[in-house]
Nanobody, 122 residues
Framework: EVQLVESGGGSVQAGGSLRLSCAASGFTFNDYAIAWFRQAPGKERERVSCINGYDGRTYYSDSLKDRFTISSENAKNMAYLLMNNLKSEDTAVYYC???????????????WGRGTQVTVFS
């Protein structure tokens, strides 16, 4: 059974930090691109960051690369998103997703978690 489970969401004050976790199971982690997406009400879904399972290379949305950091622990099939200096506009549901391939070329994500809510208040 393929499963992605997010955790770590919650409510945080603007300027604070939060770390999201994604636990993957049921597939070979090293063969997949693991990505974080987010979607806020009334806005389009946005890919926040991505990490290659096989080599650990990371990729970011240009607008977020200075504040967000993606990482992984392949042996544990875990991926993380550390969010620093959070702003109100970061409020969204954050999703973990996996697609077979490399992040720079990945357009199809076959597996998705249910999402975790992040709310930033001022």
């Amino acid at each position: 059974e393929v499963q992605l489970v997010e955790s770590g969401g919650g409510s945080v004050q603007a300027g604070g930090s939060l770390r999201l976790s994604c636990a993957a199971s049921g597939f070979t982690f090293n063969d997949y691109a693991i990505a974080w997406f987010r979607q806020a009400p009334g806005k389009e879904r946005e890919r926040v960051s991505c990490i290659n399972g096989y080599d650990g290379r990371t990729y970011y949305s240009d607008s977020l690369k200075d504040r967000f950091t993606i990482s992984s622990e392949n042996a544990k099939n875990m991926a993380y998103l550390l969010m620093n200096n959070l702003k109100s506009e970061d409020t969204a549901v954050y999703y973990c997703a996996a697609g077979y391939g490399d992040c720079p070329f990945q357009t199809k994500y076959d597996y998705w978690g249910r999402g975790t809510q992040v709310t930033v208040f001022s």
